[in-house]
């Protein structure tokens, strides 16, 4: 069924570095969201959600690049069976924030959107556990000679019908996520536009205020990296996977088995870095948790009021009024910015 891919030390050390970073990354958003209750708004919780995925996967993929294992052995399926769980899980999850923000912002709906709530949970738990139990069940997973791995377990390598297994423990829910991401968050952007654009044709004073720009310039930008990086970090296991199909040899290539690997394992690590150190009010209190330095303490200090406020879902009759253009999205500004 194929050659083993061989798995360099070097590769080893990079992919466990990214593991390292999307363990700690991981680690970050939830503890922040668990520190201070302002922060506990839905967007964050989704976050909170998706970060325990992450975290999962990368503690997974950690063990199974450290180990390498040769054989079909328990801790190999033990390994195999967590990691295809949270790499289906952080898919879902991924998407249901997009789903949760387009509800919320475009259809104008927070009811709706709260109520989709429960249905996440069904589904970006309960179809990756349903699927993995199945796979378990029926010894679908194991020892796979990292044909589409980075040296961790997955589909074994001798299943008659691998493919399709690839496809329901990750790969269709990768390949559904490449389209619906980038649909959601360009409608999203496309309803941010118009709304800002209303605003500046009747209240043109408001709409050049610089703390309101730097707002809106923000989560535009965010809106446009999530999809992005989602689809940069994983395309490299689709292409290794789409090289097997076609039976090349180019899937062993070390510079795309690297590539591959430190793709899988950044995802929370790049949530990190989008969700906690390029959002303001959140890199300002870490700084001052962990320097306790003047300097922090005067960012927290100037922090907008606004985030603070709308982060606690505290709006004033004052925010609403000044933000009544966008107030679906406003509520997203701490979690976007």
Known sequence: MGNETVVYPSEQVLVLCSCALSFAGSSLIILTYLVWPDLRTVPRRLLVYLSV????????YAFGVW???HSNSPDCIVQGAISSFANSS???WTVAIAVYLYVFIVRSSQRVADSLVLFFHFVSWGVPLAITVAAVSLSKIGYDASEVTVGWCWVRIHATDRVLWMLLTGKIWEFMAYLILPVLYILIKRHIHVAHAALSEYRPIMATRPQSHSFSSMADTKLTLIPITFIF??????VRFILLLADSPVRQNPILVTLHGIGN???GAANCIMFVFFTEPIRARLCAALFCCSKCRADVQRSPEAPDKLLSGQGTSTLREEDSDDENSGCFRPWLN
Do not use: G, H, K, P
């Not at 995925?53 to 997974?60: E, H, I, K, Q, T």
């Open 90 to 92: 952080s898919f879902f």
């Open 53 to 60: 995925s992450d975290w999962l996967s990368a503690v997974s």
């Open 233 to 238: 970090l994983r395309i490299w296991s689709t």
């Open 67 to 69: 180990r390498v294992s």
């Open 265 to 267: 394992t950044s995802q």
